[in-house]
């Protein structure tokens, strides 16, 4: 008998880790030599998976010294394909973890202690993005500063507010792609699109107006959202400093019209740093922009009256023959403007000319009297 | 010579009036708001300028610049129709028709285009210096530059202030036309003015620094016979020097004549540098 309980001791002592391996919950085992994984595991989304739940190849204690590398992909498998395809699938030797920190201590995304959760998502992204030497090597720009400084950096920080667009909100999350890609959210001619989840009614605006229509007829020229606003420094609208550089931007395609604008009294007082002068959107609109052609434009003869009458009072018909755009060099538009410049210049050049002239040798003809007085005294 | 005399007014001399207080106020008012239009104008007329922008931040913005360009508008507009009123007056009214022709007139005549022809040759050392009379013919040129000026400057500016009662009269296209002509005659009279006139009445060697009788309103002997030896002749042959005779300026008119003429000249020297820095640059 005492034998026989011996034997079945001895065979338990013997068969017990196999045994209890095989039951459910092995992490006990585990964690009496990676203790120090424990609690934050524990506390982690994956913590009811164990750790064999992703650490599939051990199978038995103590397990050998190499061990494979985790595939979350397993059960992440449209996260996986996605990264696979993107930007970031050769990153690092385990990707998923460049973003989603620590392994063991992965919480879910609505978690605000997640990395990836959106008061967080950009200083994770920015560990890399907002590295000078990394954006230089990558022949990237230097977007993290750039986006805390937009107006949706501000939201984000300041404001806190979680609808307020975040690196993800335009890139996607797994599926970032190159703004070269045309499958990617940020190429060009997907770009309205993107800001359009947020901002729809300014899409609406935009593809109303000439820049949209020609963006979709796909002219190249046509400026996208960030062509004016930028992609990552994007100002308050309504900050005096964005509304003051406005016009240029719109000059960087529109030179002519901007040159001729520039000459004219709205630009110089906007030059001044007076930003309550007409720039340019305050006549053609900023998004649903339409050419003079088309009658629903601000800028249709028919329709100069009200959009003039926005800041003028008493516009009346004859007033708007005012041209905000007038070129004096321009004879066959400008005719009377055209022979009142060429009649001024004539007037300073002569008249200036002349009594340069004359006071050059009134000049020289006093002091040679003068020095002839004093010969004539002495 | 009389330069001792011309640099040194105070000294023992006799003095006879040449301008009337009323003229001298008016000029002063003049002086100041034209300085002030100057100034305030110019920042305008060169906006893309650094000096420009700087200028209108330092004042108060845009807005300040403008109440000041009109403010001064305003006052320089009451000061011409003055002029112009007692021009009509003493013609009309008092019936001094010598006003409009002869000697004491403003009005060009055949005399004044005989003298710029003398002085061209006595600048260029072909004969003697002309005889002039009580307004010489630069003195002529600057009152008809200044007084066109106000007038095409006057009604193409209020023409852009009052641009919608404006463009009720006129086609709006005269706008532009306004703001170009606003603009080039501006730049006339501040060239004309901060050169030319400053030049003959303050810079010229036998001037230098200034000839204050447009402030204090009357002149040396010695300055009436060399300035206006004509005038100063026909009043000695009539016997009416001793009606012209006036008081020495006191010491305190001549200084602050001076102040007055110099600060003119220096803000008239910066604002003219800049302007030129700035038409150069466009």
């Known amino acids: 008998m005492k034998l026989y309980v011996s034997a079945i001791f001895l065979s338990m002592f013997l068969i017990w880790p196999a045994a209890a391996w095989s039951a459910a919950a092995p992490d006990t085992l585990c964690l009496s030599c990676h203790d120090e994984k424990g609690s934050p595991f524990h506390a982690s ?65 609505k978690d605000p202690k997640s990395t990836v959760y959106p008061l967080n998502l950009p200083r994770t992204c920015g560990a890399c993005h907002g590295n000078k030497k990394f954006a230089e090597e990558h022949h990237l720009p230097d977007v993290y500063s750039e986006y805390m400084d937009s107006i949706h950096g501000f ?158 009072s008493g516009v009346s018909a004859s007033f708007v023959s005012y041209s905000p755009h007038a070129d004096p060099h321009d004879g066959r538009q400008f005719p009377a403007l055209h022979a009142a410049s060429i009649f001024m210049n004539l007037l300073l050049a002569s008249l200036l000319g002349f009594m340069a002239l004359h006071t050059v040798l009134w000049f020289i003809r006093s002091h040679a009297e003068r020095l002839n007085d004093k010969r004539r005294n002495s | 010579m009389s330069t001792a005399a011309a640099t040194n007014p105070v000294a023992e001399s006799n003095y006879y009036t040449r301008f009337s207080p009323g003229q001298r106020i008016l000029h002063a008012v003049l002086v100041f708001t034209f300085l002030g239009l100057a100034a305030t104008g110019l920042p305008l007329r060169f906006s893309s300028a650094a000096w420009s922008v700087g200028l209108a931040h330092a004042v108060g913005g845009f807005s300040a610049i403008l109440f000041f ?69 630069w003195e002529k040129l600057d009152y008809w530059g200044v007084f066109w000026g106000m007038a095409i400057i006057g009604i193409s500016g209020y023409a852009m202030w009052f641009s919608g009662a404006f ?51 009357s002149q040396t002997e010695e300055e009436f016979r060399e300035r206006h030896p004509e005038e100063y002749a026909r009043a000695a042959e009539a016997g009416q020097l001793k009606q012209l005779r006036a008081e020495a300026p006191p010491a305190w008119a001549v200084r602050t004549s001076r102040l007055l003429g110099s600060a003119a000249v220096v803000i008239g020297v910066v604002l003219i540098v800049l302007t030129a820095e700035a038409f150069l640059r466009d």
């Open chain 1, 155 to 312: 939201a984000l920080t300041k404001d806190g507010l979680l609808v307020a667009a975040t690196c993800s909100s335009c890139h996607g999350s797994h599926d970032i792609l190159a703004p070269t890609n045309p499958k990617s959210r940020t190429y060009r001619a997907n770009v309205p699109a993107t800001c359009g989840t947020c901002h729809e009614g300014i899409q609406q605006l935009y593809f109303a107006g000439i820049h949209g229509k020609q963006m979709e007829a796909g002219n190249a020229q046509a400026p996208v959202c960030t062509n004016c606003h930028t992609a990552h420094q994007i100002s308050n609208v309504r900050e005096v400093s964005f509304q003051m550089k406005t016009s240029a931007t719109c000059g960087n395609c529109h030179r002519e019209r901007f040159g001729t604008y520039r000459d004219t009294f709205h630009a110089q007082v906007s030059a001044l740093g007076y930003v309550e002068t007409a720039h340019c959107w305050d006549c053609h609109r900023a998004h649903d922009i339409l050419p003079a052609s088309d009658p629903k434009s601000t800028v249709a003869k028919a329709n100069l009256v009200q959009t003039c009458g926005q800041c003028h």
């Open chain 1, 45 to 109: 989304v994956h913590s009811s998976l164990g750790c064999t739940g992703c650490h599939t190849d051990i199978k038995a204690f103590p397990h050998p010294d190499n061990v494979a590398k985790v595939n979350c992909g397993a059960c992440h498998s449209e996260a996986a394909t996605a990264l696979a395809g993107s930007v970031h699938a050769k990153a690092s030797e385990q990707p998923c973890l460049s973003c989603h920190g620590d392994a063991h201590a992965i919480v879910d995304v």
């Open chain 2, 167 to 217: 463009a009720r009269i006129v086609p709006g296209s005269w706008l532009n036309v306004a703001l170009l002509i606003h603009g080039e005659e501006a730049l006339l009279a501040v060239g004309y003015i901060f050169v030319v006139h400053f030049f003959n009445e303050h810079l010229r060697p036998n001037n230098f620094p200034m000839d204050i009788t447009i402030f204090t309103g």
């Open chain 2, 69 to 137: 360009h009109k403010f001064c508008a305003v006052v320089l507009t009451i000061d011409f129709l003055i002029h112009v009123v007692d021009i009509v007056y003493r013609t009309v009214v008092k019936k001094q028709w010598g006003l409009l022709w002869g000697t004491n007139s403003m009005v060009p005549n055949l005399k004044d285009a005989k003298d710029l022809f003398a002085q061209m040759r006595w600048f260029l050392f072909l004969g003697p210096k002309p005889k002039f009379d009580r307004y010489t013919y």
